[in-house]
C-alpha cells in the first residue's frame, strides 16, 4: 500500500488549552493537545487525513465498535531535544503493528504515508505540547476503530483512524507489587494476544481488580493452558534477571512484540549482558527468589518505560525482591531514554527526526 499523500489539511483550533497545564506536574495521558488527526475509512478506501480541533465525536449506536469490539490502537512518544528536534523512536515500527494488530481484526489496513505523514503534521501542530522535562514526553495515541453500523456479525464498511496526544509524565510512581496469575488468561494460542486490540486490555481490568484489592498493581500473565510460564507484566512485556542473565519470554500469539522489549535486548546486549530469549517457568522464578539468584524483574513498554518489580505474590506467598544499588533496570532505562532524547549517540538508527 504506497498510497501517496499531498499536503495534509489542517484546520487550527481558536482557543488553545495550552496556558491551562502545568508542564511541571503531569500525569499520565489525562491532559490532550489541541489537535487530532483523523481520517475515514468509507466507499472502500482510505479517505484523506485532516489535523482538526482535538473535539468529542459522533457515533451511531449501531456502530460495531460497540457491540463487537473492532479496534486497535497504538502507543508511542515525542520527545524534544535540547535544540528542539522534534524526535521519535521507531515509529515505523508502530505503523507496522497497527496493520498488523488491524489485519487480526479484519479492520482495512492504513497507508504508510496516512499514518506517517499524517503524525508529522500533527506533531507540527502542536509541537509546543511536548514537554521537555527529563521524564515527560508526548504520548501518542494512534487508533483504529469501526464506525461502520449494524448488528451483523460482520466486519463494518466504516473506520475512523485518530491520532490523539498527551503530554504526559510517569506511568507507574515508583515499584510495583504483582501477583503472578494463576487463573485468568489475556491470551491463548491462535487468539489476539499478539495484537494491540482494545479487547484484550478489557479483559485485564477485571483479574487487576482483584489483584489490586490483595495489595498488588499488577498481574504476571502467566500461558493460558498451564499457567506455568511467565508472559507479560500488565501491558508491559516482562524481563527477569537471575544472577547475571537477563531474560525474557518469546513473542508468540500470546506475547505483544513490544518495540521497547526488543530494544532493550539489543541495548544489554551491547552493555555485554548475557541474555536469554526463552520460556521462564513461574518454579524457576520461585527458586530463584528463594534462593536468591533472582536480582530483579521489570516490565518494559512505551508507556512505563522499564517499570522496576519490587516483589510478587505466588498462591499466597509473597516474594521481596532485593534493594541493589546499580539494577540493570535502571542503567537499561537510562540508556534508552537517552537515545530517545537525544543526549547520547544512536547506533542503532532508531531515533527518528520529525
Ligand atoms: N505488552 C502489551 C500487552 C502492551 O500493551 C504493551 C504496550 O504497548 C507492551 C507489551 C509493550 O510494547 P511497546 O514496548 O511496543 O510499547
Ligand atoms: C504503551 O505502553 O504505550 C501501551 O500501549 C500500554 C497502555 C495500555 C498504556
Partial sequence: MNALINDIEVI???????????????????????HMLECDYKDGK????????????????????????????EGMKAYKDEDDNVLLFRPLDNFKRLNISSKRLAIPELPEAYFMEGLKALLKVDSDWIPKKDGSSLYIRPFVFATGKGFHASPADEYKFIICTAPSGAYFAGKVKVLIEEKYSRSANGGVGFAKAGGNYAGQFYPTQLAIEKGYQQVIWTDDN????????????????????????????RILDGITRKSIIELAKTEGINVEVRKISVSEVVEAAKNGSLKEMFGAGTAAVISPIAGFGYKDEDFDLPELENTYASSLKKRITDIQTNKVEDPFGWRYNV
Wanted: charged fraction near 20%.
Fill in 12 to 34: 487550527k483550533t481558536k482557543t488553545t488549552k495550552i496556558n491551562d497545564v502545568d508542564f511541571d506536574h503531569l500525569s499520565f495521558g489525562k491532559t490532550f493537545s489541541d
Fill in 226 to 253: 498451564t499457567h506455568e510460564y511467565i508472559e507479560e507484566a500488565g501491558a508491559m512485556n516482562i524481563f527477569v534477571r537471575i544472577n547475571n542473565t537477563l531474560i525474557t519470554g518469546p513473542t508468540s500469539d
Fill in 46 to 73: 482510505w479517505q484523506a487525513p485532516k489535523v482538526v480541533p482535538y473535539a468529542p465525536i459522533t457515533l451511531d449506536p449501531s456502530a460495531k465498535i460497540f457491540h463487537y469490539g473492532q479496534s486497535v490502537f
